[in-house]
C-alpha cells in the first residue's frame, strides 16, 4: 500500500490541487478530520475552514481556506469539492476587514429574515478567512 494519498481539490473556478500527499486535514461539519492512505470510503460535508496539505510526514503543510462543500474519501483519493477556495498566503486582511465592515451595515440595513440569514453566513466566511490569516 503506497503511503501517499492522491488529493483533488476542486473549486468552480478551477482545480487548485492534484497531487499525492501523505496527509490532509479537512474541516468537516462535524469537525477536523485527517485523511491519509488507506483510509475508509466516506463522503462528508465540509464548513468554512483551512484544508492543510502535508506532503510528508514532516514540515509545514500549505494551506487552502475552503467556505464548505464536500469531501469524497477511498482508501487511494480524496476529493474535494467547494464552494469557494483559495490559498491562505493570497487573502488580503486588509480587503477582508472592508467586506466585514460592509457586510456589519448591509446586515443593519437588512429588512427580511432570508437577507439577514444570508448576510450572516457571509459574515462567518470572512470572520474565518480573517482566521485562518491570523493563525499562520
Do not use: W
Not at 496527509?23 to 492543510?52: E, N, Q, R, W, Y
Not at 510528508?56 to 464548505?68: E, Q, S, W, Y
Not at 490559498?87 to 437588512?110: F, I, M, R
Amino acid at each position: 500500500m503506497s503511503r501517499k494519498i492522491h488529493f483533488d481539490l476542486v473549486s468552480p473556478e478551477k482545480k487548485l490541487v492534484s497531487e499525492d500527499v501523505h496527509m490532509a486535514v479537512i474541516p468537516g461539519d462535524m469537525g477536523m478530520f485527517g485523511v491519509m492512505a488507506g483510509h475508509c470510503s466516506l463522503v462528508a460535508s465540509l464548513t468554512h475552514g483551512v484544508v492543510k496539505l502535508y506532503k510528508d510526514d514532516k514540515g509545514t503543510p500549505r494551506r487552502i481556506f475552503i467556505a464548505g462543500g464536500f469531501a469524497d474519501v477511498n482508501g487511494a483519493k480524496c476529493s474535494v469539492l467547494a464552494e469557494e477556495a483559495i490559498p491562505v498566503s493570497e487573502l488580503d486582511k486588509n480587503a477582508l476587514t472592508q467586506q466585514l465592515k460592509d457586510l456589519t451595515e448591509d446586515l443593519g440595513l437588512a429588512k427580511e429574515k432570508n437577507d439577514k440569514a444570508r448576510i450572516k453566513l457571509k459574515i462567518a466566511v470572512v470572520n474565518a478567512k480573517l482566521l485562518a490569516i491570523s493563525s499562520q
